[in-house]
Every structure is written in structure tokens, then in C-alpha cells.
């Protein structure tokens, strides 16, 4: 199917042909999806982005420098497991280009991984962690209840990972994940949202909302996990905290993950995710308090302007807790792997309404600082007020790219 894209763009001219040999450059971004990620950390340098999605291809060079390496490559590689036609492209224009660094925000990128392995010592891959990690847990519990065959985290290879905290390398150690080194910087995300709204003079509001509830549309998730009750976990978080809002008149909003870049049709998929769990009336109340997503920062916003998020296993959750605000993580499923990182206070799992009432009145009424000395919140983000993730990753690649 995809190759037939390919096909199908270059007939009608929308992927162009590059037939000049490529240039030299000391970085490459793998993966353009990255970009919004690093833009604030890549400002300044001069980078080759390569597209490994299909659909955002727009130019593919076909020069005969590629032609002749790629033919070489491919009667080297194409016997090894897990290689494809697509990842001897990549490797041969890195071979050609001999960047100093390969950068990538989509840390869980198997082909990142793959070519990591095959460059190791040649060429620095450094991975970016954007987002809570969970396809590690929840492809082991699908390998081992045999629900796919494919072994994700044998694949995994990372020479250097920025990554959120301590938990990223007790994981690894956990699962025996192939990385070198750990870099805990905290949340590049966060990081860029503090950037964007130090750059646009936006002044945040303390305690805007009383309680945000994260949106976490696990399409699907009891189908491909044959498990029962993950989706109606998030349903029942959903209805606990619109009754206790409801009962305890607090001012509330729903931060929505999906906006305009996404598509219309992801946003009303998220949409009919709720409908689907909640009543009518409960779904026109959370529809009614939703912030608006009109850009990439608008959960964010909601976020980290309340003053308790609720939610299970996103990653806003880590991201709030890194900046030392207060959070309440729910696991109404049967499904562990969607627990928590931290125990205690900010965690509560499989409980009845009485139970989670009661545990939210606290977080709320608590103050912040008893909150936070009763859990460990370093374990799951590193955060640091004075140099900021961004500055310390470009420290990183200077010291690359300029040695002493």
C-alpha cells in the first residue's frame, strides 16, 4: 500500500526527483514529525531533515551516487533480520552524508533504533523523549498472552536518550532494553510550552480551573489488547469526576488532545470515543466545559492552569507533576500496565466513587508543598528552573559538533 502511494504521487508529479548528489550535514533529523519537538532546540544549526512517513515524502533522490551505494548496500544488509528497502535507503544516505549526529523526537521509532545499531560508533543517534513510554509494558504483556509474535523490545537500540527521569532507566533495566546512556533532562514538551509562552507574553492564570480532566481516547485498546474494561475505565474516571464536580460546584474543564491539525475526522473520532461510554447528558456536559483546541498548547493551557489534572496514563500528568502541580492518576481498568509510575497520594487505582471523592477533596484542599513531600515526583520528571531541557540538549550537541 504504500509503495502504491509512492507510485501514485510520482505519476502525478507530487514527489519530485533529485538527481544532484546529496550534501554534506552535520546533523540529520530523522523523521519530520520530530521538528515539532525540536524546532526550539535545532534553531540556529543547519540540518537535512528525512522523512520516513510516507505520506509527508515530497522529494526522494535518485541520483546515481545513490543508485551505486544503494545497490552495494542492499546485497550487503538485505539478509539481515528486520531490514527493509526503505531502511537501506536511510542508512545509505546517512553512509553518503556522515552527519556527526541523527536526531529524533519519536523516541519508540523501531527504524531509528535499527539504523542506530547498524552506525553504532560511526555516527551519534541521539533520541528525544516525547511521551510516557508504554509500548515497552504493553508489548511484553502482548507477546507474552501471545497476542502478536512481533518482539518490539528486543529491537530497541538507543545510544543516547534524553529522557524524562529515573523511571525511563529503571525501565530499561527492567526489560532489558539495549540503551547506553541516559541523559534525564525532564520534558522537552513542557520545555517548549514554557519557551512559547515566554515568547508570546502569555501570562498563565493560577487555579483558572479547579479540576482538568485530561482526554485519553484508547481507540480500540479492549480489542487489541483482549482485555476487558480498559475503554469503560476511562469511562468511569469520566463519570466520577463530572459527579464530583458537579456535587461539589467546581469550576471544570476537559482538555481535548486532538485540534485542526489533526483533522476533523480525528477530532470526532476522539468524540465519539466519550459518547460512545458516557450518557447523553454526561457527554453534553464534558462536551460543554471542553476547551477548544486552537492549537498545539491548548491542553496545556487547561492543564497547567487548575489546579488538580485527572487523568490515567497521559503524559500531561508527568508533565504537570514535573512542574510541581498537583495531579491524581486514576486506573479503573483491569489492565496494570496503565498504573501509575508513582504510588501514594497522586495515584489511586480500582476504587468505588466514595473512595476517589475522597481522595480528590484532599489533593485539593492539601497544599502543595505537603503534596509534594509525600511523593517522589523526580523519579517520573526531572525539572529544573533554572536551564531548561532545551539549553541542555543544545549543550549536548555543541559538544559534538565543537570538541575542545
Request: hydrophobic share 40%; proline share 2%; charged share 25%.
Amino acid at each position: 500500500m504504500k509503495y502504491n502511494f509512492l507510485l501514485r504521487e510520482l505519476l502525478n508529479k507530487k514527489i519530485k526527483l533529485d538527481f544532484n548528489n546529496l550534501k554534506h550535514y552535520h546533523i540529520v533529523v530523522f523523521d519530520g514529525i520530530s521538528l515539532n519537538d525540536l524546532k526550539f532546540i535545532l534553531d540556529g544549526y543547519n540540518y537535512l531533515v528525512i522523512e520516513n512517513r510516507y505520506y509527508r515524502v515530497k522529494k526522494i533522490n535518485f541520483s546515481l551516487q545513490i543508485i551505486f551505494y544503494f545497490i552495494i548496500n542492499f546485497l550487503l544488509l538485505i539478509r539481515r533480520k528486520n531490514i527493509s528497502i526503505p531502511l537501506i535507503y536511510y542508512y545509505t544516505v546517512l553512509k553518503i552524508i556522515k552527519p556527526k549526529i541523527v536526531i529524533t523526537s519519536i523516541h519508540n521509532s523501531l527504524q531509528f533504533h535499527q539504523l542506530a545499531l547498524l552506525l553504532d560508533n560511526q555516527i551519534n543517534f541521539m533520541a528525544v523523549q516525547n511521551a510516557h513510554w508504554n509500548d515497552i509494558e504493553i508489548n511484553s504483556y502482548k507477546e507474552k498472552n501471545k497476542i502478536e509474535k512481533d518482539k518490539y523490545n528486543s529491537q530497541i537500540f538507543i545510544p543516547n536518550f534524553f529522557c524524562f527521569g529515573d523511571y525511563e532507566e529503571d525501565l530499561a533495566k527492567n526489560f532489558d532494553l539495549r540503551i547506553k546512556n541516559f541523559f534525564k533532562y525532564g520534558s522537552i514538551r513542557t520545555a517548549n510550552y514554557i519557551r512559547y509562552i515566554k515568547d508570546n507574553n502569555i501570562k498563565l492564570v493560577d487555579n483558572l480551573y479547579d479540576v482538568c480532566l485530561i482526554s485519553e481516547p484508547l481507540f480500540n485498546f479492549n480489542k487489541r489488547l483482549k482485555k476487558n474494561f480498559v475503554e469503560e475505565g476511562i469511562g468511569l474516571l469520566t463519570k466520577y469526576t463530572i459527579r464530583f464536580v458537579k456535587e461539589n460546584n467546581l469550576k471544570f474543564v476537559f482538555a481535548i488532545k486532538y485540534g485542526k491539525l489533526n483533522g476533523e475526522h480525528v477530532i470526532k473520532k476522539e468524540l465519539d470515543f466519550y459518547k460512545k461510554i458516557l450518557t447523553e447528558e454526561d457527554f453534553n456536559y464534558l462536551l460543554s466545559n471542553s476547551n477548544i483546541k486552537k492549537n498545539i498548547y491548548s491542553s496545556y493551557d487547561a492543564v497547567f492552569q487548575s489546579k488538580v489534572a485527572v487523568g490515567c496514563h497521559t503524559t500531561l500528568l508527568r508533565d504537570k507533576i514535573g512542574l510541581r502541580q498537583k495531579i491524581l492518576s486514576c486506573n479503573f481498568s483491569d489492565f496494570e500496565v496503565l498504573n501509575f509510575p508513582l504510588k501514594g497520594i497522586c495515584s489511586i487505582n480500582s476504587c468505588n466513587y466514595k473512595d476517589f471523592s475522597f481522595r480528590l477533596k484532599n489533593i485539593l484542599n492539601e497544599p502543595s508543598d505537603i503534596f509534594f513531600k509525600e511523593i517522589n515526583a523526580k523519579y517520573v520528571m526531572e525539572f529544573d528552573k533554572d536551564t531548561s531541557v532545551i539549553k541542555k540538549i543544545r549543550n549536548q550537541i555543541n559538544t559534538i559538533l565543537i570538541p575542545n
